[in-house]
Every structure is written in C-alpha cells, then in structure tokens.
C-alpha cells in the first residue's frame, strides 16, 4: 500500500504542476508555484499536527479512513475548477504564442532535471534522514520544560515545521523574484552556493546553539532552493513538453528522495556524517558550477545566433 500512496502522491503533484503552468502566465508562473509550494507545505505541518494529535484518541484506521474521506470531497472541485483546454488548443495556443520548440531533449532540460536530482537527494532525502542525527550528535545536554524532556527528535520535527510555516509567504516571494528575468540566475546560484556553503558548516559545526541557527538557515535556503527548481522545471515545460518535462522532474525528485537515505547510511557505516555533509556539499557546488559554465557559453553564443 506504501508503493501506492507514492505513486498517487507524485500523480497529485504532478496534476498541481500541470495545472499551475497551464493557468498561469510566464511573468507570474515563479509566484505562483512558490504559492503552489507554500501551500502543500502548510498542508504537511497541519496534517502532521492534526494526525498526531487525533491519533491519541482514534486508531490507526480510523485516522487513515477520515482522511480518506476528506480526500474523496475534493474530487468534485476538480472539474469545477480546473480549467480544461484541449491538447490540439494548447499546441495551437503555444505555437502561434511563440513559446514551444521542436524538442524537449536541450542541455538547459537535462541541467534543470539535474537540478531536480539534487534538489531531491539533499534536501528530501540526505538532509531529512540525517536531520535527528546531526542533532543527536551535538544535543549532549538535554534540555527539559514543564518537566518534559525535549529530545532530538522533537527539536528535529520542529526545525521540519518552522519551514512549512513560513513557506506560504516566503515560497511565493521567491517565485515572484524569479519571474523577473535578471534575478534568475542570481537566485540560482545564492541557492546552490548557499546550500553547499552551509551543508559544509553544519557537518564540521559542534556547538549545538550554532548548529540550531544553521539548521533554520538552511531550511530558509531549502526553501529557496525548491522554489527555484520548481520554477526552472515549470518554466522549461512550458516553452517545450510540459507533460514530459514535468513527468521527468517529478520522477527526478523521487529518485533523488529514495537514494538520498539509502545512500547516506551506507556512506555512514564507513565514514562520519561530517564527511557525508561535505561530499553533499561538494555536489551542490558542482551544481552550482555546471550552472556557470552552461550560462557562460550560453552569453558566448548569444551574439552568434540573435541579430539585433
């Protein structure tokens, strides 16, 4: 059943995706899959919140039974809402518009699908795993109040729940400063330089109050990050294939997600998690630099094949 609900969860995902590429425009397009992102982030804080708390009164089955539910109500919303165009309209529609080309195999795909690989291995994956971890290692006294003992887990879920509170209005600004075309790359590159520049501390960091402020730094960067390959993805797909564009970066994240764990514990059992923090760091920076080079040659080329 697991296997299922991943499944449907990547098909819902993707559905939003879609959907918010095909009512959107492309000076908006950034904004609003940062409120696209904001959204379902809100949405996993309040679930989390709600499921371990009516856990306590309910079973297993119960919970999953009226969750279900709730699920199953929205279903008429879908054709009420969600505009419905014709495949033969929106070719039509993107061609006359100037805005899809003959392929959707480029190298500006492959690096935004890379950039979703990455995304998903070290945030979804390495980071999320390793979270209680690295705080485990640095939480040498325990701290207790109302004479409850806060334990790494808590403080783990907590920094987790900060991020998904402040997405709906952080994500959307960090779209909105995508839409506009001289803040792209700059944002791009804060993002991975960032994230690798602080992956790098926090796995050499040991004092545990630092480490506390670098995990919520990082989680201000994550999310910049995010929003920034989700938008590169929806921008691509809709200029080329957006079914298949986003079908790939939706794939990309997963795979990212599932080889982030695995891939950490193995390394674990041979090395420490700082060396497994700067290998991580060390991919972000590559990333970071095959963005360079592809936006330099890019520069290079462009008097070549535009006449102005």
């Not at 994956?125 to 040498?140: K, R, W």
């Not at 700067?278 to 462009?302: D, E, R």
Request: hydrophobic share 50%; net charge positive.
């Amino acid at each position: 059943m697991r296997i299922f609900w991943g499944i449907a969860w990547s098909l819902i995902r993707l559905g939003g995706f879609l959907t918010v590429i095909t009512i959107t425009k492309e000076d908006s397009r950034g904004q609003y899959v940062g409120l696209y992102n904001g959204i379902w982030g809100i949405g996993s804080l309040l679930g989390m919140l709600g499921g371990g708390i009516l856990i306590t009164f309910t079973s297993v089955s119960m919970l999953s039974t009226v969750f279900s539910f709730i699920a199953c109500m929205a279903l008429p919303a879908i054709p009420a809402l969600i505009p419905v165009m014709k495949e033969k309209e929106t070719k039509q529609k993107e061609t006359s518009s100037g805005l899809i080309t003959s392929s959707w195999k480029t190298t500006r795909v492959l690096m935004v699908l890379l950039t979703s690989f990455t995304m998903g291995f070290v945030i979804f994956g390495l980071f999320s795993s390793t979270l209680s971890s690295i705080i485990e290692q640095n939480y040498v006294q325990t701290w207790s109040t109302f004479s409850v003992t806060i334990s790494a887990a808590m403080i783990a879920g907590s920094i987790q729940a900060i991020r998904w509170a402040w997405e709906p209005w952080f994500a959307p600004l960090i779209g909105k400063q995508l839409d506009k075309n001289k803040s792209q790359n700059l944002i791009l590159y804060a993002a991975l330089f960032g994230t690798g520049i602080v992956f790098f501390i926090i796995g050499q960091v040991t004092h545990f109050l630092t480490l506390c402020t670098l995990l919520l730094a990082f989680q201000l960067i994550s999310s910049t990050f995010v929003t920034t390959s989700d938008t590169l993805a929806a921008k691509v797909a809709s200029k080329t294939n957006r079914i298949k564009v986003m079908t790939a970066h939706t794939v990309m994240i997963d795979v990212g997600a599932a080889l982030g764990p695995l891939i950490s514990f193995v390394l674990l059992e041979y090395f420490t998690l700082t060396t497994v923090y700067t290998v991580a760091a060390i991919l972000v920076i590559c990333l970071a630099g095959g963005w360079m080079m592809f936006h330099t040659k890019k520069l290079a080329s462009y008097p070549v094949n535009h006449k102005f």
